[in-house]
C-alpha cells in the first residue's frame, strides 16, 4: 500500500528509503529546504544542520527539530520545513558558517556560483552579527597543481570534498585536521596538493560549495555563457560532460549530477584534459604532399586531387588496392559512412577500426559463445553483484570511473578477484590476486573449470536448459595435467581454487575483462573461456553478473556496430551472405563486393607485397600504436596515395600525402556507443575550428565528388539511415536519445535492453570450447638471449599515442613513458630508479627511463606507449591471435642493459 507523509499538512506518497530531505525535494519544486554539507551524490553527512525542518507526529502536534539529510521519511509524518523557529535557526547557522569566511564574502562579485552566498540571500542575511573576518590568514593558497588550486580561507568546513574524495574517487587524500576553530581540510599528510595521492579527479571541485577548492583555468565563479551536454572522447565508460562555454570558448568541465553513466563524477582526462582542442598544433587546412613537403590546399584542390587518385588506382589496379581505417574516436554516424564510402563508393570490403588491435578477440570470442560480442550487462550491475572478476584489465587507470566503482564495491566488502601479472591498484585491495605470468591465462582459467567441476559448484540446471558442448569440455578440464598448468600460470595452486570457489559460489558474479585477455596469442581463446566460465556458473541473463569486456575507445563500440570491419556490415551483417548482400545492396543502391576485406595487419602485408596503393586513415595514429612500428612505417611509404584525417601533425599524418584537418569532439555532432552498448548524444559545444569540418561532412564531400548521391551531411539524418539497417538500431531516434541514451537492442517501440541473453542467448545455447594452452610463438621463438617478458599497457594521465593528452597540462603531471622494473632484477643489471634502461627486442630497441617496482615479479617488465619519443612499439612483436589478428602487445620478449651515455633524469 502506497506510504504517505505530509510538507505543510500537503499529503505527498513516500518512496522506500529516502530521507526527508530526498522526500521534501522530491515532491516539491520550490526548494523549501537549503543545505550546506549535503549532496545529492553523497551520503547524508548532517554536520550543517542547515537542512533542520519540524516534525510532528500528528498535523500540528509537538514537533521535533530534526536533520532532514539524516531523518528517514516515515509513513504519517507532519514536515513543517520553514516554521518560524526553523528559519531562525537557519539564519544563524549561516550567519556563523559566514563569520569565519573572508570578509568580502557577501559582495565578493567573483564568486556568483558560490552557494554560500546563495544561503546568505535566502536566509535573509545583508550583514553578519558576529566578528567576521576570522578568515585565517595564515592559511595559504595551494597553487601546485596544474588542474586544481584551493585557497583554505574559503573553506566552511562542510566536508563535501573530503567525502567526495572518499565516497566518489576512493582516493581518501583529504581529511580533516586540528579541532574547533582550528579544524582544515588537508591532502595527505599536510601536503600540497601535487605532492599527495591526488589523482586530479576533481570530484572534490565539483562538491565544494564555495571555491576553497577550484579549476584552475576558471573557478566556478565565472558564469558561463551556456552549458552543453555531451560525451566524454576518451575512454569506452562513456562519462557525459556538461561543458560550460564563454564567448566560444570551453571554459571547464563537470559530470552531471543526474547522469546515468557518471553522476557528479569524471575523471583527470574526461575533466580537465579537454585543451588539446583548439591548441596551436591543430591543423586548420587541408596539406598535400609536394616533392616531399606539405604545401596548403583549398579542401576543393584536396578532394580533387584524392578524388582522382582514386580513380585512378580503382582503373588500374581495383578497388580492393584501396583500404581504409576508421576511427573509434568518431561517431557512430561518421564510422557508418566511412565503411559505406569504402563499400559502396570504392567497392571494397579493406574497412576495419582500432578494436582489431584491442577488443576484436572479445567480439570474436563473445559471438562464437554468446551470439553478441557485447558487453551482455550495465556498469550500474556492480551494486546488484556479489563477486567482481577483474581479468586482464586496470580499470582505475583505463577506465577511472568504472574503476572507482569497483574499488567502492570492494572497499563495501564485494569479493574482488584480480587477474594480473602486475599489482594494480585494484589488486591492492582484492581478496585474491592471481599474479600469473604473462600469456598464461587459458591456463589460469583451465585451472579455474578444474577447481569448479572438482568442487561441484557448477549450474547443471542453466548447464543443461541453457547450452550446448559441456560435457566434451568438461572431459577436456579433466584430462589436464594440473601441476604442469600451476607451473605455467607461476600462481599458488591453492589461491587459484580458492578464488575459483568464490566466484562459482557467488550469489551473482560478475566479470569485466580487458586487454590482459584479448592482446595475447591466445585472444580469442581466452574470452571464449571467460564467457563459458559465466555459463557453467550460470552467471548470465539477470542483474548482477555477465561478461563485460571494459571496451576501450569512446565509441569503438560503435566503430564495429556500423559495420567498420572487412567481414561484417553494419549491424554485424555477414557480407558474404547472399540475403545479406542483397539487402545492403538494395538499401546503398550500389554494387557491392562479396569478399571479406583485408583486416589491419594485412592492409599492411598487402602494401609490402604492392596488393594495396591506398588508405585512407581517420583519427588513429598507426605509426604509433600498431605493433612493430618500422614495419608500419614501411608499409604505409609504399602507398601511392595515404590520405590521413585528423586534428594534428601525428607520426602517422607525417607520412601521408594528403591531410585533411578534421574537427574535434567538441564540434560536432552525433552518438556515441559506450562499453555497456549505451548510444548516448553527443552534442555539439561549440563550431569547428575555422579550417576544419566534422569527419562526416568530409567523408560525405568526397563520396558525392566521387559520384555517389549521398546528401549532404546531417548527423540526425545519418543516424535515420543507420535505424534503417542495424536491426539492434531499429527504435532509436535522436530524439528517442534523450539526455541519457539508450542500450541497445533498442526495439521498434523503443524499449531498450540493459541486460542480454535473459531468456535464451543470441545465438539459442551458449556454447562451450575446449582450450588448450599454448607458449606464445614469440617466446618459443626467442628464448634465447631475451630472458624478461615485456608488458605493454597503459596510465591514467594519457591516452594512447598521447596525440590529445600530451597537448594538455597532463603533460605536467606525467610526462614520459617509464619502465617498471622488480628490485631483483634491476639490482641484477645495477639500475638504480631513474636511470635510462636499454630495452631490446628481437625488432628493436628504445631507451625508457627506469622505475624500480614491486608491482612486477622477478622477469616481467612493463611500460606504457604514450610517447613518441620512447615508441615502445619499435620492439613489440608480429605474433597476432590466430582468429581475430589482434596484436600480442602483452608478451614481448626483450633484454635489458644500463644505457650508456645517456644521464640519470630524476622527476
Ligand atoms: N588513461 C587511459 N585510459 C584508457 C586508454 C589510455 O590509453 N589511457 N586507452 C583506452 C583503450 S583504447 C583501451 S582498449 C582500454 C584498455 O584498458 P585495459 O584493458 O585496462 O588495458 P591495459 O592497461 O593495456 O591492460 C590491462 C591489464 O592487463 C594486464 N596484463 C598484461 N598481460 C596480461 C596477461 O597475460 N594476462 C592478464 N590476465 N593480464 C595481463 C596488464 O598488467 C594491465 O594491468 O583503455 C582505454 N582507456
Ligand atoms: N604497445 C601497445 N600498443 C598499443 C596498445 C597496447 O596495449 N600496447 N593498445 C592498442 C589499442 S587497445 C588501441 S585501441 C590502439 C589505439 O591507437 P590509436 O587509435 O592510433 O590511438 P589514439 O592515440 O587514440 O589515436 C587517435 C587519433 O585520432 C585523433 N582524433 C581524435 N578525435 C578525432 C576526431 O574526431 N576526428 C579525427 N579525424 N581524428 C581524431 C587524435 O588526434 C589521435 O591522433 O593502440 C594500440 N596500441
Ligand atoms: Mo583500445
Known sequence: MQKTAYINDQPYPIQEGETVLEFVRRSREEKLIPALCDAPHLKPFGACRLCSVDVALEQGGPARVMASCHTP??????????????????????????????????????????????????????????????????RKKDLSHPYISSDPSKCINCSRCIRACDEVQGMFVLSMADRGFESRVIKGTDNSLID???????????????????DVFESKSVAADRKVQTVCTYCGVGCNLEVAVKNGKVRSIEGPLDSKVNPGQLCVKGRYAFS?????????????????????????????????????????????YIAGISSANCPNEENYLMQKFMRAVIGTNNIDNCARVCHAPTALGMQRTFGTGAATNSIEDIDHTDCILVFGANP??????????????????????????????????????????????????????????KENLTDTGFIEERTEGFEEFRQHILSQNIDELVNITGVDWNLVREAAIAYASAANAMSFHGLGATENSQGTATVMLIANLAMITGNIGRKGVGVNPLRGQNNVQGAADMGCQPNQGAGYLDVTDDDVHALYEKFYRARLPRHVGYKIPEMYEAALQDQLKAMWIV??????????????????????????????????????????????????????????RRVQRVNRVIDP??????????????????????????????????????????????????????????HEDGTDTPVLHEEIFKRGRGAFYKQTYKQSLELQEHNNGYPFILTTNRGLEHYNSGAMTRRTPNRELVSGDVLLINPADAGKYTIEDGDMVCVESPRGKTDIRAQISNAVKRGVLSTTFHFPDVMINNITSDVYDSDSLCPEYKVVAVRIRKSKGLHKIRN
Open 73 to 138: 521519511v516515515a509513513e504519517g509524518m507532519y514536515i513543517y520545513p520553514s516554521t518560524e523557529r526553523i528559519l531562525k535557526l537557519r539564519k544563524n547557522i549561516v550567519e556563523l558558517v559566514l563569520s569565519d569566511h573572508p570578509q568580502d564574502c557577501l559582495t565578493c562579485e567573483v564568486n556568483n556560483n558560490c552557494e554560500l552566498q546563495e544561503l546568505a540571500a535566502l536566509t535573509g542575511i545583508r550583514d553578519i552579527r558576529y566578528p567576521v573576518g576570522r578568515d585565517h590568514p595564515d
Open 196 to 214: 599527495s595521492s591526488c589523482l586530479g579527479c576533481g570530484s572534490c571541485v565539483q562538491a565544494c560549495p564555495t571555491s576553497a577548492i577550484s
Open 276 to 320: 588539446f582542442y583548439d591548441h596551436p598544433d591543430r591543423i586548420r587546412t587541408p596539406l598535400i604532399k609536394k616533392n616531399g613537403e606539405f604545401v596548403e590546399s583549398s579542401w576543393d584542390e584536396a578532394y580533387e586531387f584524392i578524388a582522382s587518385e582514386l580513380k585512378r588506382i580503382i582503373k588500374e589496379n581495383g578497388p580492393d
Open 396 to 453: 582505475t587507470e583505463a577506465h577511472p570511473v568504472t574503476g572507482a566503482k569497483i574499488k567502492q564495491a570492494a572497499i563495501q566488502g564485494k569479493t574482488l578477484i584480480v587477474v594480473d601479472p602486475r599489482r594494480t591498484e585494484l589488486a591492492r585491495y582484492a581478496d585474491y590476486h592471481l599474479q600469473l605470468k604473462p600469456g598464461t591465462n587459458v591456463a589460469l582459467l583451465n585451472l579455474f573449470f578444474y577447481y569448479i567441476i
Open 619 to 676: 583519427g588513429e595514429n598507426v605509426v604509433q600504436t600498431d605493433p612493430n612500428s618500422q614495419m608500419v612505417i614501411e608499409a604505409l611509404r609504399k602507398l601511392d596515395l595515404l590520405v590521413v584525417q585528423e586534428l594534428f601533425m601525428t607520426e602517422t599524418a607525417e607520412l601521408a600525402t594528403v591531410v585533411l584537418p578534421a574537427a574535434s569532439f567538441l564540434e560536432k555532432e552525433g552518438t556515441f556507443t559506450n562499453g555497456e
Open 689 to 746: 575550428l575555422p579550417g576544419t569540418k566534422p569527419d562526416g561532412q568530409i567523408i560525405t564531400e568526397i563520396m558525392q565528388r566521387m559520384g555517389y548521391p549521398q546528401p549532404d551531411y546531417s548527423a540526425q539524418e545519418v543516424l535515420e539511415e543507420i535505424s534503417g539497417i542495424v536491426p539492434f538500431f531499429k527504435g532509436i531516434t535522436w530524439k528517442r536519445l534523450g539526455k541519457d541514451g539508450l542500450q541497445w537492442p533498442v
